[in-house]
């Protein structure tokens, strides 16, 4: 019930596409769910983050959606960037403040140019 | 302002040495917290405090890691008698409320 199980391992998008990767989670005490993004040898950046009071959430060329009732959220990349090579993660907490993480287990995006 | 710091940045040692990895908080948060990473895993919860006590440690592998924060500021990981499964990087991260911030990590190598 601690899972979070991410979706795909890994992902290859042409220069300008959109890159979708997909989360789901069991345990519905779940309330908080950020997106990191992790470099090569740096520690996990937070990217953006959601609550279950709203469906989706933009941040510049971020949006996370998230659907309650099938305990699934996922992050899209619009106009998709070399730059934005890395491996993202998904995670989940419960409760209000300070909680613990559990993290996907992440997905390695790769961006053609 | 400065963000999460940790040190050292890379430790090798040898299997049954003790070590000790440090975590320099932002600044007012009251909240930090240990994870490990394995190459090419997930991050895996260790411990987190919440001021100086640790209402969570459930993440802690076995009875050879520890951890104290003294002051609601720098906190130490120790980990005695390393394994070689020790091998991953110790990430450390601090929060005033949900949001988590995380520092480099120190990337530990045991002989």
């Known amino acids: 019930q601690q899972q979070v199980k991410q979706s795909p391992q890994s992902l290859i998008v042409q220069k300008g596409g959109i890159s979708i990767i997909n989360c789901a989670y069991e345990?519905?005490?779940?309330?908080?769910f950020p997106w990191y993004q992790q470099f090569p040898g740096k520690g996990p950046a937070l990217l953006i983050a959601?609550?279950?009071?709203?469906s989706e959430k933009k941040e510049g060329r971020f949006t996370i959606s998230f659907n309650k009732s099938a305990k699934q959220f996922s992050l899209h990349i619009m106009d998709s960037q070399p730059g934005d090579s890395a491996t993202y993660f998904c995670a989940a907490s419960k409760g209000q403040g300070a909680q613990k993480l559990v993290f996907g287990q992440g997905t390695r995006l790769t961006i053609n140019p | 302002g400065a963000g999460v710091s940790q040190s050292p940045s890379n430790k090798v040692t040898e299997k049954g040495k003790d070590v000790e990895l440090r975590c320099d908080p932002i600044?007012?948060?009251?909240?930090l917290y240990w994870y490990r990473q394995r190459l090419g895993q997930g991050l895996e919860f260790l411990i987190y405090?919440?001021?100086?006590?640790?209402?969570?440690k459930s993440g802690l592998p076995s009875d050879r890691f520890s951890a104290e924060r003294t002051g609601e500021s720098v906190s130490t990981l120790t980990i005695q008698r390393t394994q070689q499964e020790d091998s991953a990087v110790y990430l450390c991260a601090s929060s005033l409320e949900a949001a988590q911030y995380f520092g480099p990590g120190t990337r530990l190598l045991v002989l």
């Open positions: 345990n519905t005490a779940f309330d908080y």
């Open positions: 405090f919440q001021g100086n006590s640790a209402p969570d």
């Open positions: 600044s007012g948060h009251t909240a």
């Open positions: 959601i609550r279950p009071d709203v």
